[in-house]
């Protein structure tokens, strides 16, 4: 069985972490930035779609919002996960 809580708050810091991660290069290393985050969707241009300017609350609006979709992502699989698993058992 999985602990629903442990793993949603582990997606949610991993997610949050990422998007972080991102952002930092994305000012530190455009080019890197670009190429790894088109590479995630199989070389199509999308950080073209990107906007140039993110505003301080843009950037933490969509760090709150990506960390708490990430929670309710990771314990819903959880939740299903233990279900599925329970059904399995002997």
């Known amino acids: 069985m999985l602990n629903s809580i442990a793993f949603a708050h582990s997606l949610a810091i991993l997610s949050g972490g990422l998007y972080i991660a991102f952002y930092v290069l994305a000012v530190v290393w455009r080019d890197a930035f670009r190429f790894l985050f088109n590479a995630q969707f ?29 929670w309710v992502v990771g314990f819903a699989w959880a939740w299903l996960y233990n279900r599925l698993a329970a059904q399995q058992a002997p």
């Open 42 to 70: 199989f070389g199509a241009d999308v950080a073209a779609l990107m906007p140039q300017q993110l505003t301080y609350g843009g950037f933490l609006g969509t760090l709150v919002g990506l960390i708490a979709c990430a």
